[in-house]
């Protein structure tokens, strides 16, 4: 109010207004900084790979020192990308098993670029294109990183089709074509026989994978082709898989001894089915080690501290995460080069 009673202009009292906010820091702002200029200071962030290391690295310190956030709509109508990478998974995993590795390598991997990672869930009970095509319609994300590959993959084959940049934890019929990054499971499968037949073991059990997808089908032919040459016998459970509950991996391992079928080696795909073998063998009075022999594959060093005899075989889900977001980048930044591919050889590990 002024002193004849009239409100002033402003209806309010210089102590009442609002402190000015501070300005965000833009890229001119770490071009005054560094010196550069500010086209090379974006390309420095996108991650360009013609601007050296060591300034890319300065850029970033800056931006990380003052705070600066880029404006993902400025970006998305300058660039086109989202700089989003969605890891795709299924919610149905068994226990203990490796996807929370995974997710945190591929975060590790797209940390200090322009990229970060969003998980894109799907349940059991809807189809696996949904979320897929739900992000290639959207363009919600620049890249997808898929699971649980199949041989012929229709999720593969509609991205390839709409030519949508993707990298596939697994390999399809079509590997040829496509960033993949797969674990050697028909090795990993005939490294288990043959550790086997050096114990003198006879008779093993395997439980595989769901059998539609493409490391099971590997993994059960390189079993068989081992067990045929060096002259074992080899079941496969066929009433179940690696990726349902411990409990009923157990019960069925459990029934398949008491049927009074010979078992002195089991060949386990994850710590968790490792597990359910260790409880169904000891209740029926084996001995890991004396009597019986398992050979696991794990993401995680612990089946040994569990029990010492257990034979392991280490699948690298830290390198996997690391080469999947290397790759998944760049299908989007030089989609013209050709794609990025390993195959992971396996090795036992030191008792």
């Not at 040829?176 to 550790?195: L, T």
Request: glycine share 6%; proline share 7%.
């Amino acid at each position: 109010m002024t002193k004849t009673g009239k409100p002033s202009k402003t209806g309010a009292s210089d102590s009442a207004r609002p402190a000015a906010q501070p300005k965000q820091p833009t890229l001119k702002t770490i071009a005054g900084l560094t010196g550069l200029a500010v086209p090379t200071v974006s390309r420095a962030l996108g991650g360009a790979s013609d601007i050296s290391i060591a300034t890319r690295a300065r850029v970033r310190a800056v931006a990380d020192e003052i705070g600066y956030v880029p404006n993902r709509a400025g970006v998305r109508l300058r660039t086109g990308r989202t700089n989003v990478i969605s890891l795709v998974l299924s919610t149905e995993h068994e226990m203990m098993n490796h996807t929370a590795k995974l997710i945190s390598s591929v975060a590790a991997g797209l940390r200090a670029t322009p990229f970060h990672v969003i998980i894109t869930p799907y349940f059991g009970d809807e189809d696996p294109m949904k979320p897929v095509r739900y992000i290639v319609e959207t363009r919600s994300a620049d890249a997808l990183i898929l699971n649980q590959i199949k041989p012929e993959d229709p999720r593969v084959a509609y991205l390839m089709e709409k030519n949508f940049p993707f990298v596939t934890h697994g390999r399809t019929i079509w590997e040829k074509d496509h960033p993949f990054y797969d674990f050697d499971n028909h090795a990993f499968a005939q490294i288990a026989v043959q550790e086997f037949a050096a114990r003198q073991r006879k008779n093993i059990v395997l439980v595989a994978p769901p059998r539609d997808q493409t490391y099971s089908v590997a993994m059960i032919n390189g079993a068989t082709e081992a067990a045929s040459r060096l002259g074992l016998g080899l079941t496969v459970l066929s009433d179940v898989h690696s990726d349902v509950a411990i409990d009923d991996m157990g019960l069925a391992l459990s029934q398949h001894l008491d049927a009074g079928h010979p078992v002195d080696g089991v060949i386990c795909v994850s710590n968790g089915s490792c597990l359910a073998a260790i409880t169904a063998l000891e209740t029926a009075g084996h001995v890991i080690g004396d009597t019986v022999d398992i050979c696991a594959k794990e993401a995680m060093p612990i089946l040994q501290r569990i029990r010492s005899p257990i034979i392991t075989v280490r699948e690298n889900v830290a390198n996997a995460g690391l080469f999947l977001a290397q790759a998944a980048m760049s299908a989007v930044l030089t989609p013209r080069e050709p794609p990025m591919q390993f195959l992971e050889v396996p090795q036992t590990s030191e008792n």
